[in-house]
């Protein structure tokens, strides 16, 4: 059981727009950033968007983020075949001694 | 560009002790915290420990707490992960992680450990 809540899967058709959703409380989403990762099949992760959405260099514009409250959307406009991945969101909680909580992951599938 | 080149992982015994690196170049080593970052075979991704830029600060999952410790060099630009008391569901790859905001940012290709008898 994951401290982060992702849907086990999504999916969409070439060219659509999908949303990936990630709920959390006020120790970790509701009180720090999000970071949303993509991890393509036998691949290490890979960081799509930190501090809720900012995009590192390299990544297209159509991956972007956003968060409200305790809860964090990532949103990929049109969609496309290489998208099909698994994506975790993480946010810092600061109960107890502080530590990084994952999301259990949302596998996107391109139909 | 940013690189992370983690080393040290194998089979090991129940019990037993293992000790990964990780050796980064392409930016200030020394201005970051690092985390270390596992997955399990077919499983999701699960945060070990981080610490802090200058080592001074540490935290640790509970799943570890008290078997594993992390550290750094900086002189050496290289993070290390010492892996005690190792148990079967210790088994997992290990990643390293540069911190971006306040989570894992870039992350290496990862070492395969594997804890069986």
């Known amino acids: 059981q994951s401290v982060l809540t992702q849907p086990p899967s999504a999916s969409g058709t070439p060219g659509q727009r999908v949303a990936i959703s990630c709920s959390g409380s006020s120790s970790n989403i509701g009180s720090d950033t999000v970071n949303w990762y993509q991890q393509l099949p036998g691949t290490a992760p890979k960081l799509l968007i930190f501090?809720?959405?900012l995009r590192p260099s390299g990544v297209p514009e159509r991956f972007s983020g956003s968060k409200s409250g305790t809860s964090a959307s990532l949103a990929i406009s049109g969609l496309q075949s290489e998208d099909e991945a698994d994506y975790y969101c993480?946010?810092?909680?600061?109960?107890?001694?502080?530590?990084?909580?994952f999301g259990g992951g949302t596998k996107l599938t391109v139909l | 560009q940013v690189q992370l080149v983690e080393s040290g992982g194998g089979v090991v015994q129940p019990g037993r002790s293992l000790r990964l690196s990780c050796t980064v170049s392409?930016?200030?080593?020394?201005?970051?915290?690092l985390h270390w970052v596992r997955q399990a075979p077919g499983k999701g991704l699960e945060w070990v420990a981080v610490?802090?830029?200058?080592?001074?600060?540490?935290s640790y999952a509970d799943s570890v707490k008290g078997r594993f410790t992390i550290s750094r060099d900086n002189s050496r630009n290289t993070l290390f992960l010492q892996m005690n008391s190792l148990r079967a569901d210790d088994t997992a790859v290990y990643y390293c992680?540069?911190?971006?905001?306040?989570?894992?940012?870039?992350w290496g290709q990862g070492t395969l450990v594997t804890v069986s008898s």
């Open positions: 392409g930016f200030t080593f020394s201005s970051y915290s």
């Open positions: 992680t540069r911190e971006r905001g306040s989570c894992p940012g870039e």
């Open positions: 610490i802090s830029y200058d080592g001074s600060d540490k």
């Open positions: 993480a946010a810092w909680d600061d109960s107890l001694t502080g530590h990084v909580v």
């Open positions: 501090s809720n959405n």
